[in-house]
Each structure stands twice: as C-alpha cells, then as structure tokens.
C-alpha cells in the first residue's frame, strides 16, 4: 500500500523558514516523480512544484521561485520542501503526492502538513 | 500567468448525470495537457480520479469519466450518488509546470 506521510509543519513568523518531510512507503520511491501542493485555509489547491525520479530536475509555481527549494533522499525514502522567506500567504497545508514513473498523471496524496506563518 | 478555469459550483439530483469542465486560458485544452482530476470531500486529503484524459486509476468508481469536450476538459458523472457530494479540481500541464482549477462545488440535492 502506498503511504505518504508528511511531517514538519508549524508556526512560523514572516521571514522565517522551515523544512517539510514526506516519508515514502509502499511503492520504489527512486522510480516516481513527486510533487508538493498546497491548500490555504477554506480555498482551491494549487500546485507548488515537482523533482525528478533522480532529483536532477525540478520545477516550480512562479509564486515560490526563489523562496522554496525541492529536494530527496532516494536513499531515505524522503521527499523534502524547503521554505525560506516565508510570509502570511505561504499559511496552507502542503501534500505530499506521487507522481509518475512515466506519463502524467499524480496518483496519491499524503494527509498533508499545516503551515502556518504568522506574527 | 496561466488561468484554469472550472465552474464554481453546480447542483446534480441523485442519479442524474453531470458534466464539470476545465478551460484554460492559453487556448483549447488537448490531450498534451493530459487532465487529470480529483475529488476532495471535507477535512480530507484529495483523492485521483482520471489522468491522462480518459484514464481511471485502479479504485475510481465506474460512474466517473473523463474526456475533451470541445476545448475544453471534462469530467462527467454518470448516476450520481449523495457521496460524490464534493469540491473536484482538475490539473493541467504546461510543459514542466502544472496548475489546478480552482475547482467545482458539487452538491447533491
């Protein structure tokens, strides 16, 4: 079964930083493309970025070039999003989810960590 | 800055047939977008329902379809249920990056 737990979210004050975790189970992490989303509160979902199987390619939305910075450990498991410079539209809960090994399609979501950045 | 575009709500009765589209700003939406769908109920992580166009994954119910309706992306249900109450977003890509619409409240009443 496909398991995707995220973790590290929190309060956090404009300017600051944190460090989210995926932990992957269940499938061959090292084979799939990954994403993070994010849901601000009592709104849609919008797609922040995604790394490649081997992490040599990444892309991400306009809004959080420069700020945020996607990474993994194909060794650990782990998926990873860095957030520096945060500020009060960064408030979302961030998903995890698997994306393909191959086509274009993203298949599963984890439950999702709350960030909340506020003074 | 690219704009998907969904309806905002819409209202079905149970076991009535439904269609929710997904327009982009950049044109016509094609297969090269490869539109995937998803259904998110309250509280709750979303869930996948078609990729590619037309494809289900292994645990979407059969009522559910996906496909091209003029320019557009479309996902139809057919034999509507009180659980598909729900906000469903559909995903498009754009060569390296992907965005939602910002999604469609459906109601079952």
């Not at chain 2, 249920?81 to 995903?91: G, H, K, M, R, T």
């Amino acid at each position: 079964e496909v398991q995707l737990v995220e973790s590290g979210g929190g309060l956090v004050q404009p300017g600051g930083s944190l460090r989210l975790s995926c932990a992957a189970s269940g499938f061959t992490f090292s084979s799939y493309w990954m994403h993070w989303v994010r849901q601000a509160p009592g709104k849609g979902l919008v797609w922040v970025s995604r790394i490649k199987t081997d992490g040599s390619s990444t892309n991400y939305v306009d809004s959080v070039k420069g700020r945020f910075t996607i990474s993994r450990d194909n060794t650990k498991n782990t998926l990873y999003l860095q957030l520096n410079s945060l500020n009060t539209e960064d408030t979302a809960v961030y998903y995890c989810a698997r994306g393909a090994s191959s086509g274009y399609v993203i298949s599963h979501w984890g439950q999702g960590t709350l960030v909340t950045v506020s003074s | 800055q690219t704009v998907v575009t969904q309806e905002p709500s819409l209202t079905v009765s149970p076991g009535g047939t439904v269609t929710l589209t997904c327009a982009s700003s950049t044109g016509a939406v094609t297969s090269g977008n490869y539109p995937n769908w998803f259904q998110q109920k309250p509280g709750q992580a979303p869930r996948a329902l078609i990729y590619s166009t037309v494809n289900k994954h292994s645990w979407t119910p059969a009522r559910f379809s996906g496909s091209l309706l003029g320019d557009k992306g479309a996902l139809t249900l057919s034999g509507v249920q009180p659980e598909d109450e729900a906000d469903y977003y559909c995903l498009l890509y754009y060569g390296g990056t992907w965005v939602f619409g910002g999604g469609t409240k459906l109601t079952v009443l």
